[in-house]
């Protein structure tokens, strides 16, 4: 009986129960997260529109995404990644890509509206993720004062407090927001495309979302009522656009005394 005590007082016992509920506690979490967010990002597309979109991804998107979009070497795998992931990418243009380079950049797109929605439709029938959000999320009916708060917060150490867009490492930038649709930023926003993070509902929910894309539509329709904007990059390009011009003021000045002197 004493050793059977011992062993069931083992030190490494209470570590083992703790690592076990620790395990079982974060699965659990994980697996209700991914059930609640796949139940909101199912959106429904008819069986022609799938098999459309299949048809148009086998012959402009395997080569470099595979058969299947399990992905390759030119490309990751797309499986899971959702409808909202293929509306915002195919709809920017930003694919297909145009060259390699640090990240894609926004052209004109290449599929009209209708090919856009057969190709999200193949690939949201691949794996639940995030749905092309609906109208009223995106129209820009929010509270602009909440979105202005959450972009400062959230989105502007990339994107500029004014949503101007600003460098980042490696030739990679965050570009500016004007003239993007509300329905592309609430797609990036969600889907985290090139360099952004995923805003996931449980980062910013979708009112808080509407509410940025009201903010920013604020912002754009304001323009700059000071005058000049110099980019928006605040007091860095504001302070160089004064030196040089009072530099050039100075020289000009000393040019026209120097010549008067002689």
């Keep these: 009986m004493k050793a059977l005590s011992q062993k069931r007082r083992h030190p490494l016992a209470a570590i083992a129960l703790l690592l076990m509920g620790l395990l079982l506690t974060g699965g659990l979490y994980a697996v209700a997260t991914t059930v609640n967010e ?9 069986a022609n529109d799938t098999e459309e979109g299949g048809k148009l991804f086998a012959a402009n998107c395997a080569t470099c995404h595979g058969m ?6 030119d490309g990751p795998s797309l499986v899971g990644v959702g409808a909202a992931a293929v509306d915002f990418q195919v709809g920017t243009g930003r ?3 145009q060259m390699n380079g640090p990240q894609a950049l926004k052209k004109p797109a290449q599929f009209n509206d209708e090919q856009t929605h057969q190709l999200s439709a193949y690939v949201a029938s691949l ?14 009916g929010g509270d602009a004062a ?9 989105c502007a ?11 980042l490492t490696r030739g990679k930038f965050a570009p ?3 003239d993007v649709s509300g329905k592309h930023i609430y797609e990036a926003m969600a889907t985290g495309p090139q360099n952004m993070p995923v805003f996931s509902d449980s980062n910013i929910t979708p009112e808080g ?12 329709s304001t323009g700059s009522p000071g005058g000049a904007d110099l980019g928006s990059l605040g007091p860095v390009a504001e302070g160089l656009f004064v030196w040089v011009a009072g530099l050039g003021v100075i020289i000009a000045f000393t040019i026209w005394l120097t010549s008067r002197t002689s």
Excluded: W
Aim: aromatic share 4%; hydrophobic share 40%.
């Design 38 to 46: 796949a139940k909101a990002s199912t959106t429904t597309y008819s």
């Design 68 to 73: 299947g979009a399990s992905g390759t070497a």
């Design 157 to 167: 150490m990339c994107h500029n407090a004014a949503a101007a867009g600003g460098a």
């Design 146 to 154: 909440a979105g202005g708060e959450l972009f400062r917060t959230n």
């Design 209 to 220: 979302k509407k509410d940025i894309i009201t903010f920013l539509k604020q912002i754009e």
């Design 95 to 97: 694919m297909p890509m």
């Design 127 to 140: 794996g639940a993720g995030p749905a092309v959000p609906e109208e009223d999320l995106v129209n820009g």
């Design 176 to 178: 500016a927001l004007a």
